[in-house]
């Protein structure tokens, strides 16, 4: 049989596409021919694929050879192909009914070595996501079957080496990928922060609830330590969770470093760009810092040095909770459901009372007005935190005692209405899980004041109900919001 098919995929952010591979050998001069819109690190797969098999001993064709990557109209990049197509040439050449059958219903993924070796690659778990939908078993290079471990329902094998996958076609079975114990993550405790139980509290709160926040301080306050601190107060993530957040650092540029069972902590130099921040690049579109904080925390330390479009940039992922990118005739969605935490000093100096500060009155007013009203609005919490905390530690709360709080607070809300409170839609909010009326009378004064805005009212309507869940009350009371209130308000 001259053609054979297989399939692969090709990847769009943190999703993965199918594309069918098709190995024509037919009359004509002897060469290799590859349509498709494929990149150069597709087209190159021609002299990788052919040195391989000449020093495999295996026989390569010597007559034209075609490769067709279909769909035609989507762009493919990377070196994963090279698996596909390499297998889709060999069963072509050998010309078999069965080694066509079983290739046909395949999805292979990895890079083949000069010396036949199948190289691990990024996007295993998107790619294994949509092989399921699509109904495929899968062979994965076996650097890679650690992740592919992590999927469940679905026929899964492990290669090391080109010449097991031309064994594997002619019915020497494949073993099945093994997984590996998660390494627990090394997440700095609550206890070493020294004094600040206003801090503390403050980011219990935030755990509780999902709740963003602004914390401005002097330097050496614990403004980092708390941040750092916040994912150890956060619970696991569940499994649909994991693979989720796995799935964004699997195609990341760095490739995948193990499963992912915490809340991710990302926090990137305040010199990020805009494309660094919310994703993107020539080709493929690669996850930026907050997709890699899906599902856990973005901190970014000294705002006042970030641009103000960049900060503003952020305003659309905290209300959607991911991000859509433009390329030529395509949208590409990805994930961005992120607990945000921001850090400043006061000022230039970093004085923490005016009468200390070396700045001129207009420079340490002007000192954070890169951050906008509207993004300040967003902000649910604001701390300001103090040099001036405790020496000595010793009774100070653990982050394993602070996670069952919180724990606790996030599994009533959950159970109430399916999400976090700071998920929860603010119109249904307001008009069947109101306040007391004690509670909507101090937000309406507050309102009419202008002290805050119509999201100002939501988002301590919120962060009221937090404190509920946080006390197990079942409904927020007036000294709930005027807590909310003082957690709220806008410090900078």
């Known amino acids: 049989m001259a053609l054979a098919k297989t399939h692969s995929v090709a990847l769009e952010g943190v999703s993965a596409l199918p594309v069918l591979v098709e190995a024509n050998i037919g009359p004509g001069l002897p060469g290799f021919y590859m349509v498709g819109l494929a990149d150069t690190a597709v087209s190159e797969s021609r ?24 769909p035609g109209s989507l762009r493919k990049a990377g070196s994963h192909f090279d698996a596909a197509i390499a297998l889709a040439v060999l069963c072509a050449h050998c010309g078999q009914a069965e080694p066509y059958r079983v290739l046909a219903n395949t999805m292979m993924l990895g890079e083949i070595g000069l010396d036949g070796s199948l190289r691990g690659v990024p996007g295993i778990l998107p790619a294994l996501i949509m092989a399921k939908q699509q109904g495929l078993r899968c062979i994965v290079p076996s650097e890679n079957q650690a992740e592919a471990a992590l999927m469940e329902g679905l026929e899964i094998y492990h290669a090391a080496n080109l010449m097991q996958l031309w064994n594997w076609l002619n019915g020497v079975p494949l073993p099945t990928p093994k997984g590996e114990s998660p390494q627990e993550p090394h997440i700095p405790d609550m206890a070493d922060l020294a004094g600040q139980d206003e801090a503390k509290y403050a980011a219990e709160v935030a755990a509780a609830g999902g709740h963003h926040m602004v914390i401005i301080g002097p330097p050496g306050s614990g403004k980092s330590m708390l941040a750092q601190r916040l994912p150890g107060i956060l619970p696991p993530l569940n499994r649909e969770q994991a693979i989720a ?25 305040h010199s990020i760009s805009r494309a660094g921040l919310l994703g993107g690049g020539s080709g493929r579109v690669r996850p930026g810092a907050v997709s890699l904080a899906h599902n856990g925390v973005l ?45 400043a000093n006061p000022c230039r100096c970093g004085a923490e009372e005016a009468q200390e500060c070396e700045c001129t009155s207009r420079q340490r007013a002007t000192y954070l007005d890169n951050l906008s009203g509207p993004m300040r609005d967003r902000l649910d919490i604001h701390l300001r935190t103090t040099g001036h905390g405790a020496v000595l530690n010793s009774e100070a709360e653990s982050s394993a005692s602070i996670a069952t709080r919180v724990a606790a607070a996030r599994e009533r809300s959950i159970a109430r209405w399916g999400v976090l409170n700071s998920h929860m839609d603010p119109h249904i909010l307001r008009k069947k899980w109101p306040a007391d009326d004690a509670g909507m009378a101090l937000l309406g004064v507050y309102l009419a004041e202008g002290r805050i805005t119509q999201r100002g009212v939501d988002r301590i309507l919120s962060l009221a109900w937090t404190l509920c869940d946080l006390e197990d009350i079942k409904r927020p009371q007036l000294d709930h919001i005027a807590r909310a209130l003082e957690l709220g308000e806008d410090l900078t």
């Open 47 to 70: 002299d990788r694929i052919r040195t391989a098999i000449r020093n495999l001993d295996l026989d390569w064709p010597r007559s034209k050879i075609t490769i067709s990557l279909s």
């Open 245 to 269: 957040t796995t799935s964004v650092h699997s195609v990341a540029e760095d490739g995948f470093h193990g499963s992912i069972h915490h809340a991710p902590f990302i926090a990137p130099h």
């Open 299 to 343: 901190f970014l330390d000294e705002i006042s040095e970030i641009p103000a479009r960049i900060l503003d940039s952020l305003r659309m992922p905290l209300e959607q909770r991911h991000v859509r990118l433009l390329r030529a005739r395509r949208e590409i969605i990805l994930p961005a459901n992120f607990q945000l935490i921001l850090a």
